[in-house]
């Protein structure tokens, strides 16, 4: 399909085209692979960068009421991961703020990270504004030599650089460092500089085991992307740490491939969405599927469900009052993968490794980044050029 908006593209998978590392370059000319593949290289320059810059002040007014993290689409999503490394026992809240400005019940005694790749996206400029002349504390992160980076220095607030290289969908830990840092900074986590070299190193060796070089029988990227062709993935995850990973995997899945997901939370889907597993493209085209025909054959008239399941059995440790949450997750997970191959619905398992909050969800996020990648490229698409997303700004554009 070729159109006036740039849209391009084929309904079938090109099998052929995941093994040719030549023409995957070729079809990738902004370089979406390259930029996913640089995710450790950015969370040591991202706690580099951050190092450079003052926190100090943020904790010298003590602990605050609430942290608001503002931004859309990546920047948010860091809030996520801000919250989901803190814990349960995080002592305050922290919110990841979608819409323009901030609250109205944040005020002096409240902390807002401003996040936006660009440094020009309007939600974080709101925000950072609306912090400024309420009195609250405020960190700005984004490109430097912006928009962003001028109110932070009209209000006399730490800006973290974040060198703008790639859409902010390829810059997610770019962006999530300095968050984590401020957080650190503000007492709510622990995180510390082996975490960051052990979650990068996590990252490098997910990115060589998905390079372009290696066939799609040893490359997980691309034999997930395969799993999902032709497919309606429904990702969800087993803890609030895999529920980030699979909110994550929603968005890069729907701007690098343009498949529809449904997203979320096991626990949640277990009262409703689970009945999914039922319906007209799980069980009931199941039920009509000839076993031993090749997964590679399937067209898109066949689609189906293919549940994408994010397993985090959890760090192992002595806090008691956390076994019995880990336990019931790990029995959810087990229970719907059973309910999955009852009805003969597909599943694709992957399973959190790591010593670290933050490597641990490096370690179910860097694949799935992949997959997405390779997805749209089989399908023909430029990943990184998104014509639907250039022409939603342009319209909602003053």
Same mark, same amino acid.
């Given at each position: 399909?070729?159109?006036?908006?740039?849209v391009?593209g084929?309904?079938?998978?090109?099998?052929?085209?995941?093994?040719?590392?030549?023409?995957?370059?070729?079809?990738?000319?902004?370089?979406?692979?390259?930029?996913?593949?640089?995710?450790?290289?950015?969370?040591?320059?991202?706690?580099a960068?951050a190092?450079?810059t003052d926190l100090?002040a943020?904790?010298?007014?003590g602990?605050?009421?609430?942290i608001?993290?503002?931004?859309?689409?990546?920047?948010?999503?860091?809030?996520?991961?801000?919250?989901?490394?803190a814990?349960?026992?995080?002592?305050?809240?922290?919110l990841?703020?979608?819409s323009?400005?901030i609250p109205?019940?944040?005020g002096?005694?409240?902390?807002?990270?401003?996040?936006? =790749?660009?440094? *020009?996206? /309007?939600?974080?400029?709101a $925000?950072a504004?609306? #912090? &400024? @002349?309420r009195?609250a504390r %405020?960190?700005?992160?984004?490109a430097?030599?912006t928009?962003?980076?001028a109110?932070?220095?009209?209000f006399r607030?730490?800006?973290?650089?974040?060198?703008?290289?790639?859409?902010?969908?390829?810059?997610?830990?770019g962006?999530a460092v300095?968050?984590?840092l401020?957080?650190?900074?503000l007492?709510?986590?622990k995180?510390?500089?082996?975490?960051?070299?052990?979650t990068a190193?996590?990252?490098?060796a997910?990115?060589?085991?998905?390079r372009?070089a290696?066939?799609?029988?040893v490359?997980?990227?691309?034999?997930?992307?395969?799993?999902l062709?032709?497919s309606?993935?429904i990702?969800?995850?087993?803890?609030?740490?895999?529920?980030?990973?699979?909110?994550?995997?929603g968005?890069?899945?729907? =701007?690098?491939? *343009?498949? /529809?997901?449904?997203?979320? $939370?096991?626990?949640? #889907? &277990? @009262?409703?969405?689970?009945? %999914?597993?039922?319906?007209v493209?799980?069980?009931?085209?199941?039920?009509?599927r000839d076993?031993f025909?090749?997964?590679?054959?399937?067209?898109?008239?066949a689609?189906r469900?293919?549940?994408?399941?994010?397993?985090?059995?959890?760090l192992?440790?002595?806090?008691?009052?956390?076994d019995?949450?880990?336990?019931?997750?790990?029995r959810r997970?087990?229970?719907v993968?059973?309910?999955?191959?009852r009805?003969?619905?597909?599943?694709s398992?992957?399973?959190?490794?790591?010593?670290s909050?933050l490597?641990?969800?490096a370690s179910?996020?860097?694949?799935?980044d992949?997959?997405?990648i390779y997805?749209?490229?089989?399908?023909?698409?430029d990943?990184?050029?998104?014509?639907?997303v250039?022409?939603?700004?342009?319209l909602v554009? /003053?």
């Open positions: 399909m070729e159109g006036t908006a740039g391009r084929h309904r079938e998978v090109d099998l052929t085209l995941l093994d040719n590392a030549e023409a995957l370059e070729r079809n990738d000319p902004g370089g979406m692979l390259r930029a996913t593949a640089s995710a450790g290289a950015q969370v040591r320059e991202a706690a960068l190092a450079e100090s943020l904790a010298d007014e602990r605050p009421r609430a608001v993290i503002a931004g859309v689409g990546t920047a948010a999503r860091t809030g996520d991961i801000l919250e989901t490394v814990g349960p026992r995080c002592p305050v809240p922290v990841a703020h979608r323009a400005g109205g019940w944040v002096a005694a409240d902390v807002v990270i401003a996040v936006s =790749a660009s440094g *020009r996206s /309007p939600e974080a400029l $925000a504004e609306a #912090a &400024g @002349r009195g %405020l960190v700005a992160i984004g430097p030599d928009q962003l980076h109110l932070a220095d009209r607030a730490p800006f973290i650089p974040v060198p703008r290289r790639a859409p902010a969908r390829a810059s997610l830990w962006l300095p968050v984590l401020a957080g650190r900074q007492g709510l986590i995180v510390n500089e082996a975490d960051f070299a052990e190193s996590r990252l490098d997910d990115a060589e085991r998905c372009t290696l066939e799609s029988f490359n997980p990227g691309k034999s997930l992307a395969l799993d062709a032709h309606v993935p990702v969800w995850g087993s803890s609030p740490l895999a529920t980030v990973a699979a909110r994550r995997f968005d890069t899945l729907a =701007a690098n491939a *343009r498949y /529809p997901a449904v997203v979320g $939370a096991l626990g949640e #889907a &277990g @009262r409703g969405r689970v009945g %999914l597993l039922d319906g493209y799980g069980g009931l085209a199941e039920a009509d076993i025909a090749d997964p590679g054959e399937e067209t898109s008239e689609t469900l293919r549940l994408v399941l994010l397993r985090d059995g959890g192992t440790g002595d806090d008691e009052e956390g019995e949450p880990v336990a019931v997750e790990e997970a087990e229970a993968q059973e309910l999955a191959e009805r003969g619905v597909r599943v398992l992957i399973t959190a490794e790591g010593g909050p490597e641990r969800l179910l996020v860097a694949v799935p992949f997959a997405s997805l749209g490229l089989a399908h023909g698409f990943p990184m050029a998104v014509p639907a250039s022409e939603m700004k342009e554009s /003053p």
